[in-house]
């Protein structure tokens, strides 16, 4: 199975709002596979298209100790959101090395779609709703440190931009 490239902030493609998945097919199947793979071997709890550059609203999450309940969600809609929150220090796959704090509703009720093209309603809290949240902000264009201050935000940008110039520094050297 392929292995993806994950997009790192501050990628502009990573603003990219992702439209609507029309065709349930092969393609589609092995992208998720794909998407999976790139997920567990990134040691992630969750990955959205969009981070793998394919803008449609396509998300894998499996939020198992065992990694063995995947879960695949196409074209997502939260119709309920708790109104409790808490704010809980987050990560992405996109912003390696960098956890902040992000409030998030403590449960939500998602209608999507599966690979066969059935229409699936789950009713998630803790983890999973946390993950969720994120992952379909992904497919919104938006990346967590969006959340926080400009300053901080701005601390991150740069630092991540030095990141990725030593690395392909030493890529060449
Ligand atoms: O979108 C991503 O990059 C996947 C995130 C999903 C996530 C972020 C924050 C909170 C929950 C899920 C990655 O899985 S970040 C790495 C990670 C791994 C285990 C637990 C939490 C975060
Ligand atoms: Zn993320």
Redesign the pocket.
């Known amino acids: 199975m392929t292995q993806l490239t994950i997009l790192r902030y501050p990628d502009p493609r990573l603003h990219t709002v992702a439209r609507p998945v029309v065709q349930f097919n092969a393609p589609l199947r092995e992208l998720a596979g794909a998407m999976f793979q790139t ?1 567990y071997e990134a ?6 298209a969009t ?1 793998v550059d394919v803008h449609e609203q396509l998300l894998v999450i499996d939020v198992s100790e065992a990694h063995d309940q995947p879960m695949v969600l196409i074209n997502p809609e939260i119709v309920w959101s708790s109104p409790e929150t808490r704010t ?1 220090d ?6 390696p090395g960098i956890y902040d704090g992000v409030e998030r509703s403590l449960a939500v009720k998602v209608e999507a779609f599966d690979l066969d093209g059935k229409r699936r309603v789950i009713e998630a809290e803790g ?1 999973l709703a ?2 969720i949240q ?2 379909m902000d ?1 497919l919104k264009g938006k990346v ?1 440190v969006e959340y926080l201050s400009p300053l901080k935000r701005n601390r991150i940008k740069t630092k991540l931009i030095k990141q990725l110039k030593e690395e392909a520094r030493d890529a060449v050297a």
Do not use: D, N, P, Y
């Not at 040691?43 to 959205?48: H, K, V």
């Not at 987050?90 to 912003?95: A, F, I, N, Y």
């Open positions: 997920m040691e992630g709890i969750g990955l959205a981070q809980g987050e990560g992405c796959l996109s912003v983890m946390v993950c994120h992952e992904h967590f």
